[in-house]
């Protein structure tokens, strides 16, 4: 029986794993965090992945899960409505399956679905791999070391996995000109059907409805920040802090909750660029490969690419990597290029952008669908 180690509890390897499972293969996942961690950020399962969360038997949980966010409302200053996006009407008239849920509902309803086909190692992380010809010997933090016929890094943006294999972290990771923080607040959205937006220019804060409770976001442009660490809460709240100076509406309010947040999550929004996503017997899933999307695509993607990725090492494992990765670019290489449309529409540089970004919202419904309908069709995905 082939052994795998998947290295993160996240979306991409919780689904590779109970995929991997289901074929035999034994598997082991290994989790920096003492047990599952994930920010509350909603997130969408759409195109390929509907399809995968269906052959796993998660999708009533996950539409059980889902947020109640129906449109968004743009607001200005004063909390007035300005603009906004009916995103129900625009899945109805791309006749979309997709749900959305916070990410944390996902991995652990992903997770779920085969914990008991896995072996899981929390509070633990790889700290070295040497590799030959016939598997990989892998060094942890506090369990022995073991050895493995494959490993997989499906440990995010800054993957242990790929710095131990493949380079250090500033090879493949582009800063992308945006930082974005999320928190949870102890109170429901006042509007629990819209996700409710403010811009000053180069500033965004939303408030989700997450099934009674609401989900402050905040994206902001700024070039990198020398030394910056994603785990450097105090640092973070600071760099939170000047950003944010000086901005209207509900921000200063939310400011001092997140100065106060145990929970508050700050990363850069960056790409991953890498010529090859294997390497021998090691290989890269999700954000550790192609870290792409400001629109939640990054789920998706992770499901779907774990999905290909398990059925080709079930096929054959030899040139499973190469066939994995070939596939999968077909989605992910147009997702690279669409940050910047992204950045342009939810965090305008201007207040002349901000104010045509909110006229021509208002225009979206009715002119969009046919958009939508293209974007959505280019995930389709073969079923097997």
Avoid at 27 to 41: K, Y
Avoid at 52 to 80: H, I, P, Q, Y
Avoid at 116 to 121: F, G, P, Q, R, V
């Amino acid at each position: 029986m082939k052994t795998v180690l998947i290295s993160g509890a996240g979306i991409g390897g919780t689904t590779l794993a109970y995929w991997l499972a289901r074929s035999g293969f034994r598997t082991t996942v290994v989790e920096r965090a003492a047990g599952l961690r994930s920010s509350g950020s909603p997130v969408d399962v759409r195109g390929p992945a509907v399809e995968v969360a269906e052959g796993m038997g998660v999708m009533e949980r996950l539409r059980a899960a889902a947020t109640t966010a129906t449109g968004m409302t743009f607001v200005n200053d004063s909390g007035r409505r300005v603009g906004g996006v009916n995103t129900r009407a625009l899945r109805r008239a791309g006749r979309s399956r997709e749900v959305e849920v916070t990410r944390t509902d996902l991995a652990e309803i992903l997770y779920e679905a085969g914990r008991d086909s896995a072996e899981y190692l929390f509070g633990d992380t790889m700290t070295a791999v040497q590799q030959d010809g016939s598997g990989v010997e892998v060094t942890f933090a506090k369990a022995v070391p073991r050895r493995f016929d494959l490993v997989i890094g499906a440990d995010g943006l800054h993957s242990m996995t790929r710095r131990l294999a493949f380079g250090p972290e500033e090879r493949f990771v582009r800063h992308a000109g945006l930082y974005v923080a999320t928190m949870a607040l102890d109170g429901p959205a006042e509007d629990e059907r819209n996700v409710v937006i403010h811009n000053s220019p180069g500033r965004m804060v939303a408030l989700h409805p997450v099934r009674g409770r609401a989900l402050a976001a905040f994206i902001f442009r700024s070039p990198e920040v020398d030394g910056f660490d994603h785990r450097d809460t105090g640092r973070n709240k600071r760099i939170l802090a000047e950003a944010y100076a000086g901005a209207g509406w509900r921000v200063p309010d939310l400011l001092d909750q997140a100065m106060a947040a145990d929970d508050l999550w700050l990363d850069s929004v960056s790409q991953v660029r890498i010529d090859r996503w294997h390497d021998g017997r090691v290989a890269l899933l999700g954000d550790a490969a192609s870290s792409v999307s400001l629109f939640g695509d990054g789920s998706t993607l992770a499901m779907a690419g774990a999905y290909t990725l398990a059925n080709e090492l079930a096929a054959t494992p030899e040139g499973a990597f190469a066939r994995y990765e070939a596939a999968h670019r077909e989605l992910v290489d147009p997702r690279q290029d669409n940050v910047a449309t992204a950045a342009a529409l939810m965090v305008p540089t201007s207040r002349m952008g901000i104010t045509a970004r909110n006229f021509a919202s208002r225009l979206w419904p009715a002119a969009a669908a046919a958009g939508w309908v293209r974007t959505r069709l280019t995930f389709g995905y073969p079923s097997r």
